[in-house]
């Protein structure tokens, strides 16, 4: 039955995007409170791959433009939301405030998320 298939499809889709929703800010909320930069570092850069890799659900909650302005806040390019984007982060220069920037934007799309202790 092709329209439970597609329904199912649609649950799928929410639910991996929920998931990296989620990771995102966890490892958001991990660099923050992370005390070395090397764990800074690595909690970032998942977060980053997390944050992009949303942008590429054509259903999802977070739409492209709004993960480009996460991506912003942690500062990806302004002009270039593709990957060659990513050139613009200077990773030991990212700020815990532009690390809770991304988050909000992120808990637009989910509500609640930020709070819920991930």
Do not use: C
């Not at 909650?61 to 806040?73: D, F, G, I």
């Amino acid at each position: 039955n092709e329209e439970l298939f597609n329904a199912a499809r649609a649950d799928i889709k929410l639910y991996v995007e929920a998931g990296m929703a989620a990771s995102a800010i966890h490892y958001l909320n991990e660099a923050i409170m992370d005390v070395s930069e090397a764990e800074k570092l690595h909690h970032l850069s998942e977060a980053l791959g997390f944050i992009y890799a949303m942008s590429f659900n054509s259903d999802g909650r977070l739409s492209p433009e709004e993960s480009h302005k996460a991506l912003m806040a942690l500062g990806w390019s302004a002009t270039d939301s593709s990957l060659n984007g990513i050139y613009g982060i200077n990773l030991w220069e990212v700020s815990d405030e532009q690390m809770r920037l991304a988050i909000d934007v992120i808990d637009e799309s989910f509500p609640g998320f930020k709070n819920a202790g991930f």
